[in-house]
Structure formats: C-alpha cells, structure tokens
C-alpha cells in the first residue's frame, strides 16, 4: 500500500545542480525521518541526508555544503537540492522513509523507493 517514487534524476556536468524529488503515498499516518542514499555499481549503499519530522537535518561529510535535503509534511515528499556536483556523486540515489499507517500505527516501518539515476560527467 505504501510507495515511495523518485524522480528529478538525469545527467549533469561537473559543478552544475540537481534537485531529486521523492514522494510517499498510501495510508501513511505518520512519517518520522526520511532520508536520502546513493550507491554506485559495486558499492555499498551510503547514507546521504537525513531530515527528521521536524526540520532536523544530518549530511554525510562528502556532501556537507553542497548538499541540501528538505521535506513538506503536507505532501509526504522529501526533497534532495544537490549542488557543484562531482564526478564521484554519481550514483543512483534511494528515498527511504521511516513511517506507520493507519492499519498499523502501533509500529513504524522502514520503505524504500526504486532509485533514480544521477549521472555527473567531466
């Protein structure tokens, strides 16, 4: 019932931007953090950013400056502001959301949308 989507992804030239976009639907009752992961092929997938229910926000130390996530609890949607990019952000990038539902608002579980692709070149 519950689905994250990504979308904003595509490809860029070295120090240009991007703005990823995830939305969450369902029978979402409540959403805690949600965050952004990268993984490139072969590679273990990363913690990017993370923003809490309320505006709080952490960011790995490779994006810390660059990098800006956002939410709009009104929407469900998380949002990744991606800036000078670097040949080595170039990965495809997981929305993922801690939430419950109103089936099962006794417990919070953890989704994952499908990724979308962010490519940077030289």
């Known amino acids: 019932q519950v689905q994250l989507v990504e979308s904003g992804g595509g490809l860029v030239q070295a120090g240009g931007s991007l703005r990823l976009s995830c939305a969450a639907s369902g029978s979402i009752f409540e959403i805690n953090d949600m965050a952004w992961y990268s993984q490139a092929p072969g590679k273990q997938r990363e913690l990017v950013a993370v923003i809490s229910s309320g505006g709080s926000t952490k960011y790995a130390d490779s994006v810390k400056g660059r990098f800006s996530i956002s939410r709009d609890n009104a929407k469900n949607t998380v949002y990744l502001q991606m800036n000078s990019l670097k040949p080595e952000d170039t990965a495809v990038y997981y929305c993922?959301?801690?939430?419950?539902?109103?089936?099962?608002?006794?417990?919070?579980?953890?989704?994952w949308g499908q990724g979308t692709q962010v490519t940077v070149s030289s």
């Open positions: 993922n959301a801690d939430l419950r539902t109103y089936s099962y608002s006794w417990t919070f579980n953890n989704y």
